[in-house]
């Protein structure tokens, strides 16, 4: 190969089906469920090397500055960051980040993947990336297949052509949604079934003619999408107006049924998706009771589950098979495995129910720092807030709060009306009603304090922002 291949990550996922661990805010690729760094960043990492150029994010707007600080912490660079201001599938990302990168290099060969999938077996992996790439060269749309070895009904599935070879793939034949139990088993014994992994590469120009001809509706809004592309930070905005204009559709809906350019290369490297706890599960390492654990939880006479806890949790599992037991501080789940699936609507009851625990986790991230809540009560609410080095809250006001700040590690710089001084641990201000004020870490290292909150409303969106190096609107 004598051409770049250009990564393109999608990272607009929710993972409710890992709730509580995983939620709206902080999805399950910002999280380290299966190695000890988030899935975006293991994703990013099976892409590096001298045939890969620097990848491209597509992300929603909530999530920017977690995809940001991830690469940071990891000492990982990339070629840009396009930010989704609403969700529109997959057909909608790929195009943009295509239309991007074609104005860059039209002959450039993209490699699509989602965030947050696990792979074992690296040399696999790229074994199956240089065939795809052979194929794609040809003019395909290539798709990775994925060796099936079970009935699986939450995968779709591919079925070959059965005949037709392209250099290390072959030609699909159809697309198939997801199957009941009955019809996946029947794919699987007839050997020309593949699991669908979400996963494509093409070339630029070869992907957009394709758009063209068979989802035009998808790709002329894309394109006016992509030149409206605004500067923000580190990041490439897309206008609300403009992204919204296009249809919102997967891109196997969009294209792959469509064309007559299909083809699909085999991958057998150990391929997860992990779509619900069941699926972390089989993924990951267990104990000799078939047991996939996570923090320090309590176990006796327990087989074949999956149990997460975090530090601050004490979590006791007594005399139960077959469970999902997961312990996020502010919220319990404990299901049988049968319903891994059904997490989901639970999530979607939560939603309905007005519950903020189905989009935040106790501790809240923001770009410079997070706040987690301690306590609650009549007209009062404690928190402790961390404020990474070198960063700062913006200068705002509240009209229905007053705060009062105690350090307990670091140093702060406040502004407090048209006062500025610092704060050392063990010392402490206090912010009135209405009063500017502005928190910040001028040093190298977190500045860590207490929060108590008065008042008669106690909510985020009772901000009021002045000024703030991020661009973010209220309660953001």
């Not at 939620?23 to 380290?32: A, I, T, V």
């Not at 992300?59 to 969700?87: M, N, T, W």
């Not at 697309?175 to 630029?204: L, R």
């Not at 502010?330 to 519950?355: C, E, P």
Request: glycine share 6%.
């Amino acid at each position: 190969m004598d051409k770049k291949i250009y990564p393109v990550i999608l990272s607009g996922g929710a993972g409710s089906r890992l709730w509580p661990t995983s939620r709206r805010m902080r999805p399950k690729q910002f999280l380290p469920l299966y190695s000890d760094q988030p899935m975006l960043i293991d994703t990013v990492e099976r892409v590096l090397g001298k045939e890969f150029a620097k990848p491209t994010i597509v992300c929603s707007e909530d999530h920017r500055f977690l995809v940001a600080q991830s690469l940071q912490e990891a000492k990982l660079d990339y070629r840009a960051i396009l930010l989704e201001p609403v969700g529109r599938d997959t057909a909608a990302a790929i195009s943009v980040a295509s239309l991007h990168i074609h104005q860059e290099d039209p002959e450039a060969i993209i490699f699509v993947l989602p965030s947050d999938h696990i792979i074992e077996n690296q040399n696999a992996f790229s074994r199956a990336i240089e065939g795809a790439a052979l194929v794609a060269q040809e003019g395909y749309l290539t798709t990775f297949g994925i060796v099936a070895n079970s009935p699986e009904t939450a995968f779709g599935y591919i079925k070959t052509d059965g005949k037709t070879h392209i250099s290390t793939g072959c030609l699909v034949d159809k697309f198939v949604e997801k199957p009941d139990a009955q019809t996946a088993k029947a794919y699987i014994d007839s050997g020309e079934f593949y699991w669908n992994s979400g996963m494509f590469m093409f070339k630029a120009e070869t992907f957009l003619l394709e758009m063209v001809e068979h989802a035009e509706d998808i790709i002329l809004p894309a394109k006016i999408a992509v030149a409206g592309l605004q500067k923000d930070l580190d990041f490439q905005r897309l206008s609300i107006r403009d992204f919204e204009a296009i249809p919102k559709h997967p891109i196997d809906k969009a294209l792959m049924e469509k064309t007559s350019k299909a083809a699909m290369v085999p991958l057998d490297a150990g391929w997860s998706d992990i779509g619900s706890w069941t699926g972390l599960w089989e993924a990951s390492a267990k104990d000799k009771n078939g047991n996939a654990l996570r923090g320090k939880p309590i176990l006796e006479d327990v087989k074949d589950s999956i149990v997460h806890t975090t530090d601050e949790s004490i979590t006791a599992v007594m005399g139960l098979n077959d469970v999902i037991v997961v312990n996020d501080t502010d919220a319990l789940l404990v299901a049988s495995m049968d319903y891994a699936q059904n997490v989901k609507d639970l999530v979607s009851t939560l939603n309905r129910k007005g519950h903020n625990s189905a989009e935040l986790h106790a501790t809240v991230y923001r770009p410079w720092g997070n706040y987690r809540n301690i306590g609650t009560g009549d007209k009062f609410l404690a928190k402790i807030i961390t404020v990474y080095a070198g960063c700062s809250l913006s200068l705002q006001y509240h009209n229905k709060r007053a705060e009062h700040w105690v350090v307990v590690q670091g140093q702060a710089l406040v502004t407090r009306g048209d006062d500025v001084f610092e704060l050392n641990a063990n010392e402490s201000t206090y912010i009135a009603i209405g009063q500017h004020h502005r928190l910040e870490n001028k040093t190298e290292h977190p500045l860590i304090m207490v929060e108590v909150q008065t008042g008669d409303f106690l909510e985020e969106d009772d901000i009021v922002r002045l000024d703030d190096v991020y661009g973010r609107d209220e309660s953001k």
